[in-house]
T-cell receptor, first 113, second 115 residues
């Protein structure tokens, strides 16, 4: 079946530190991959995506590269800010009509000044 | 693009009562999805509509749950005879008909608390 595994949190960093949140997937097809971010009391927002192998998605200083050989889509940011504190979800969608995504459990990021 | 709107934002009710939530998707989006999210978990799929047709339902969706999208625009999710375990955030998302690379656009959810 399809699944997404994320590293457990919380991840606690100081401002300007380097961030990596690991994400791996298993899929029966050729998925598109997404990172979503959720701030307290809000729904999920798309952060970035990649739709084919070796594609790099990027947004607001965050990046992730679709690695088919390692079935991974790790999220990185070179210098985090306090405002990046949120929960980050990795997700995949496979073709088949409904495009229902499979989400990871989420990784909480806490950034201290 | 006014975004996905969900109402109410919060609902507190006693066990055994019925509740109904509403979702207004982005107007040009054909696809509408309902999810349930509990603390420390990712969204769990409940059901999916394309236009007014309900095309998929998760086995999580017991017979106490029903969803409609009567005119292919807004949708409602009703829970009958609520139970403690129904306490969760209920999220709605929409997306245009397209390809597997289309992301979902989420509302801010309805938080349900069962007393």
């Amino acid at each position: 079946g399809n699944s997404v595994t994320q590293m457990e949190g919380p991840v606690t960093l100081s401002e300007e530190a380097f961030l990596t949140i690991n994400c791996t997937y298993t899929a029966t097809g050729y998925p598109s991959l997404f990172w979503y971010v959720q701030y307290p009391g809000e729904g999920l927002q798309l952060l970035l995506k990649a739709t084919k192998a070796d594609d790099k998605g990027s947004n607001k200083g965050f990046e992730a590269t679709y690695r088919k050989e390692t079935t991974s889509f790790h999220l990185e940011k070179g210098s985090v800010q306090v405002s990046d504190s949120a929960v980050y979800f990795c997700a995949q969608q496979v073709s088949g009509g409904s495009y229902i995504p499979t989400f990871g459990r989420g990784t909480s990021l806490i950034v201290h000044p | 693009d006014t975004g996905v709107s969900q109402n109410p934002r919060h609902k507190i009710t006693k066990r055994g009562q019925n509740v109904t939530f509403r979702c207004d998707p982005i107007s040009e989006h054909n696809r509408l999805y309902w999810y349930r999210q509990t603390l420390g978990q990712g969204p769990e799929f409940l059901t999916y509509f394309q236009n007014e047709a309900q095309l998929e339902k998760s086995r999580l969706l017991s017979d106490r749950f029903s969803a409609e999208r009567p005119k292919g625009s807004f949708s409602t999710l009703e829970i009958q005879r609520t139970e403690q375990g129904d306490s969760a955030m209920y999220l709605c998302a929409s997306s245009p008909t397209g390809d597997v690379g289309q992301p979902q656009h989420f509302g801010d959810g309805t938080r349900l608390s069962i007393l």
